[in-house]
C-alpha cells in the first residue's frame, strides 16, 4: 500500500498550468528525490500534497485513503481533512518556526494539542528526537537564538514529533549560508537510513544521489524522467534531463 | 482659593478620570479586535460595515461622538439624559478607540508572514488554534509600541468629557478657573495628565520589556 498516491494532478494559477497531470506513489519506506528548475512546478507539487494549495482536478490519498476526487472533472476535497492531516509532514525552506516559543514548546504543542497525546511521552519524545538531532541543550531556547541549520534541524524534529506516515521536505537547505548546509543533509540523510518515508525536493544533487531510492526530474509542470539514481544520474534517458544535470556539473 | 484646595478639589474628579480611563481600554481592546476580525471578513457586507465604522469614528472628532451618544437620545427619541454620564462617557470612549485599536490590530496581523499561517495549517491546528497560539502572541508583540501611544493619547482626551459636563478632573479644573479667573487649574491638571502618562509608560515599557524575549 501507497502512503501517498497522487493521480493525474491538474493544477493552474490563473492562465499559468503549472502541474499537468502529475502522478506520484510513494511507497513504505521509500526516499524520493525531486529535482528540476525554477518554476517546474516542485513546490507546487508539495503544497498541492499537503492540501495548502487546492488541486483544480486529479486524485489524493494517504494510505488508500481518499483526500481529494474528481467527480465531473472537479476535484473534491474530503468534508475533513484533520485525519489527513497527521499522515505528514512538511519542512519549509525557510523554517516557519515560532519565534515565540521555545524549541521544546515548537515541537510538543502540536502533538499535545492537535493530536492530544499525553504531555509526558510527547515531552519524551521530543528530548529523544532533538537529542538525535544534536539539539538536546538548546530545548529551552528560542529559535532566534540558533543558527540557520538549527532552525532548520528544529523543524525537522518539530515535524517528525507528529509521527507522520510520511515527510515532505522543500529545499530545506535553500535558505543556509553553505557550511550550514552539511549538518541538515546529515540529519535527513540519518532519517533515510532509518527508513523514514520521505519525498524530498533539492538542488543538492550529490545529496539526492545519495540517499534516494528515486530520483523524479521535474520540468514545465510534468515528470521527465524517473528512476534509481544511478540511472537518472549515471545513464540519462531524456535530453531535457540531461541539460539540467549539465548545469550541476563542475 | 489657595493651590492646595484646588489641588484636592481636582483631584476628587480624578476618580472618574481613572473610570473613563480603565473602562475604555476595557471595552475597547476587545471590540476592536472584534472590528478588526470583521474588517477581514470575507464577507463584503461585513468587511464593509466594519470599514464604514472605522472610517466614521476615525474621521470624526471625539468631542461630537462624546455630544452624539450622551444627548443624541434625547433628541432622537425624548430619552432624558442619564443622570450618570459615566455611561454615556464610556460609551463614546470605546467606540471611538475601538476604532483606532482595530487598524492597529489589522497592521499586525497583516505583517505576520504567511509562513506561520502555512506551518500551524500543516501540524493540523485548527484556525481557532492558529490565531490565539500563534498569530495573536505575536501580533501582541508586534503592536505594543502602538497601542502605547493611543494608550497616552486616551490619558489626555480623558479631558474631553468635560464638553458633557461630566464631573471629571479636567472638568473641575475648568469650572474652578472660570469662577476664580485663576489659570493654576490648567497647571495643576497638566501635571496630572504628565504624571500619569509617566506612569503609563513605565508600566507599557516593562510590559514591552517582558515581551521582547525573542527577535521578531
Ligand atoms: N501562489 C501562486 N500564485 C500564482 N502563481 C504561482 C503561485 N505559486 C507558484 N506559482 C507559479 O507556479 C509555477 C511553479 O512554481 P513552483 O514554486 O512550484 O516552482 P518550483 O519548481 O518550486 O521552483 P523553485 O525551484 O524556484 O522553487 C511558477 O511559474 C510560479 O510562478
Ligand atoms: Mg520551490
Given at each position: 500500500?501507497?502512503?501517498?498516491?497522487?493521480?493525474?494532478?491538474?493544477?493552474?494559477?490563473?492562465?499559468?498550468?503549472?502541474?499537468?497531470?502529475?502522478?506520484?506513489?510513494?511507497?513504505?519506506?521509500?526516499?524520493?528525490?525531486?529535482?528540476?528548475?525554477?518554476?517546474?512546478?516542485?513546490?507546487?507539487?508539495?503544497?498541492?500534497?499537503?492540501?495548502?494549495?487546492?488541486?483544480?482536478?486529479?486524485?489524493?490519498?494517504?494510505?488508500?485513503?481518499?483526500?481529494?476526487?474528481?467527480?465531473?472533472?472537479?476535484?473534491?476535497?474530503?468534508?475533513?481533512?484533520?485525519?489527513?492531516?497527521?499522515?505528514?509532514?512538511?519542512?519549509?525552506?525557510?523554517?516557519?518556526?515560532?519565534?515565540?516559543?521555545?524549541?521544546?514548546?515548537?515541537?510538543?504543542?502540536?502533538?499535545?494539542?492537535?493530536?492530544?497525546?499525553?504531555?509526558?511521552?510527547?515531552?519524551?519524545?521530543?528530548?529523544?528526537?532533538?537529542?538525535?538531532?544534536?539539539?538536546?541543550?538548546?530545548?529551552?531556547?528560542?529559535?532566534?537564538e540558533l543558527s540557520g541549520g538549527q532552525q532548520q534541524r528544529v523543524s525537522i524534529v518539530r515535524a517528525l514529533a507528529m509521527q507522520p506516515k510520511i515527510l515532505f521536505f522543500d529545499e530545506p537547505t535553500s535558505a543556509l549560508d553553505p557550511e550550514l548546509t552539511g549538518e541538515v543533509l546529515k540529519?535527513?540523510?540519518?532519517?533515510?537510513?532509518?527508513?523514514?518515508?520521505?519525498?524530498?525536493?533539492?538542488?543538492?544533487?550529490?545529496?539526492?544521489?545519495?540517499?534516494?531510492?528515486?530520483?523524479?526530474?521535474?520540468?514545465?509542470?510534468?515528470?521527465?524522467?524517473?528512476?534509481?539514481?544511478?540511472?537518472?544520474?549515471?545513464?540519462?534517458?531524456?535530453?531535457?534531463?540531461?541539460?539540467?544535470?549539465?548545469?550541476?556539473?563542475? | 482659593?489657595?493651590?492646595?484646595?484646588?489641588?484636592?478639589?481636582?483631584?476628587?474628579?480624578?476618580?472618574?478620570?481613572?473610570?473613563?480611563?480603565?473602562?475604555?481600554?476595557?471595552?475597547?481592546?476587545?471590540?476592536?479586535?472584534?472590528?478588526?476580525?470583521?474588517?477581514?471578513?470575507?464577507?463584503?457586507?461585513?468587511?464593509?460595515?466594519?470599514?464604514?465604522?472605522?472610517?466614521?469614528?476615525?474621521?470624526?472628532?471625539?468631542?461630537?461622538?462624546?455630544?452624539?451618544?450622551?444627548?443624541?437620545?434625547?433628541?432622537?427619541?425624548?430619552?432624558?439624559?442619564?443622570?450618570?454620564?459615566?455611561?454615556?462617557?464610556?460609551?463614546?470612549?470605546?467606540?471611538?478607540?475601538?476604532?483606532?485599536?482595530?487598524?492597529?490590530?489589522?497592521?499586525?496581523?497583516?505583517?505576520?508572514?504567511?509562513?506561520?499561517?502555512?506551518?500551524?495549517?500543516?501540524?493540523?491546528?485548527?484556525?481557532?488554534?492558529?490565531?490565539?497560539?500563534?498569530?495573536?502572541?505575536?501580533?501582541?508583540?508586534?503592536?505594543?509600541?502602538?497601542?502605547?501611544?493611543?494608550?497616552?493619547?486616551?490619558?489626555?482626551?480623558?479631558?474631553?468629557?468635560?464638553?458633557?459636563?461630566?464631573?471629571?478632573?479636567?472638568?473641575?479644573?475648568?469650572?474652578?478657573?472660570?469662577?476664580?479667573?485663576?489659570?493654576?487649574?490648567?497647571?495643576?491638571?497638566?501635571?496630572?495628565?504628565?504624571?500619569?502618562?509617566?506612569?503609563?509608560?513605565?508600566?507599557?515599557?516593562?510590559?514591552?520589556?517582558?515581551?521582547?524575549?525573542?527577535?521578531?
Amino acid at each position: 500500500m501507497p502512503v501517498l498516491s497522487m493521480t493525474n494532478i491538474q493544477k493552474s494559477f490563473g492562465e499559468n498550468h503549472v502541474l499537468k497531470d502529475i502522478s506520484l506513489h510513494v511507497d513504505q519506506r521509500e526516499v524520493v528525490s525531486i529535482i528540476g528548475p525554477s518554476g517546474s512546478g516542485k513546490s507546487t507539487l508539495l503544497r498541492c500534497a499537503t492540501f495548502l494549495e487546492t488541486i483544480d482536478a486529479g486524485e489524493i490519498a494517504y494510505m488508500d485513503q481518499k483526500a481529494v476526487q474528481t467527480v465531473n472533472g472537479k476535484a473534491v476535497y474530503a468534508k475533513n481533512l484533520k485525519p489527513f492531516r497527521k499522515d505528514f509532514g512538511l519542512v519549509f525552506q525557510n523554517f516557519n518556526l515560532f519565534p515565540h516559543r521555545t524549541v521544546l514548546k515548537n515541537v510538543t504543542d502540536a502533538p499535545i494539542s492537535v493530536l492530544h497525546r499525553d504531555p509526558k511521552e510527547v515531552k519524551a519524545l521530543a528530548e529523544e528526537l532533538l537529542g538525535k538531532m544534536g539539539l538536546a541543550d538548546r530545548a529551552g531556547a528560542y529559535p532566534c537564538e540558533l543558527s540557520g541549520g538549527q532552525q532548520q534541524r528544529v523543524s525537522i524534529v518539530r515535524a517528525l514529533a507528529m509521527q507522520p506516515k510520511i515527510l515532505f521536505f522543500d529545499e530545506p537547505t535553500s535558505a543556509l549560508d553553505p557550511e550550514l548546509t552539511g549538518e541538515v543533509l546529515k540529519v535527513i540523510k540519518q532519517l533515510a537510513e532509518e527508513h523514514m518515508t520521505m519525498v524530498i525536493v533539492t538542488h543538492e544533487m550529490a545529496f539526492a544521489r545519495a540517499v534516494s531510492d528515486r530520483v523524479i526530474f521535474m520540468d514545465g509542470g510534468v515528470i521527465v524522467e524517473q528512476g534509481r539514481p544511478e540511472d537518472v544520474f549515471g545513464d540519462t534517458q531524456e535530453e531535457r534531463t540531461k541539460q539540467f544535470l549539465r548545469h550541476y556539473e563542475r | 482659593m489657595d493651590l492646595l484646595t484646588i489641588i484636592l478639589k481636582m483631584a476628587e474628579g480624578l476618580e472618574k478620570t481613572c473610570a473613563i480611563f480603565f473602562l475604555t481600554l476595557l471595552f475597547s481592546i476587545p471590540l476592536g479586535m472584534v472590528v478588526a476580525l470583521l474588517r477581514g471578513s470575507k464577507l463584503k457586507i461585513v468587511s464593509g460595515i466594519a470599514r464604514a465604522y472605522i472610517s466614521v469614528l476615525r474621521g470624526t472628532p471625539l468631542m461630537l461622538q462624546l455630544i452624539a451618544v450622551t444627548y443624541g437620545p434625547y433628541y432622537l427619541f425624548g430619552i432624558s439624559v442619564s443622570r450618570n454620564k459615566l455611561i454615556p462617557v464610556v460609551i463614546a470612549f470605546a467606540i471611538n478607540y475601538a476604532a483606532y485599536f482595530a487598524e492597529i490590530y489589522r497592521s499586525g496581523i497583516e505583517s505576520m508572514p504567511v509562513g506561520q499561517y502555512e506551518a500551524a495549517e500543516v501540524l493540523g491546528y485548527t484556525k481557532v488554534q492558529t490565531f490565539f497560539k500563534i498569530i495573536l502572541p505575536q501580533v501582541i508583540r508586534r503592536i505594543l509600541p502602538s497601542i502605547t501611544n493611543e494608550i497616552v493619547t486616551l490619558v489626555k482626551d480623558t479631558s474631553m468629557a468635560f464638553t458633557v459636563s461630566y464631573q471629571e478632573m479636567f472638568t473641575i479644573g475648568k469650572q474652578i478657573a472660570n469662577s476664580q479667573t485663576s489659570f493654576v487649574p490648567f497647571i495643576v491638571a497638566g501635571v496630572f495628565y504628565y504624571v500619569f502618562n509617566a506612569i503609563v509608560s513605565f508600566v507599557m515599557g516593562r510590559v514591552e520589556k517582558a515581551m521582547s524575549y525573542y527577535k521578531i
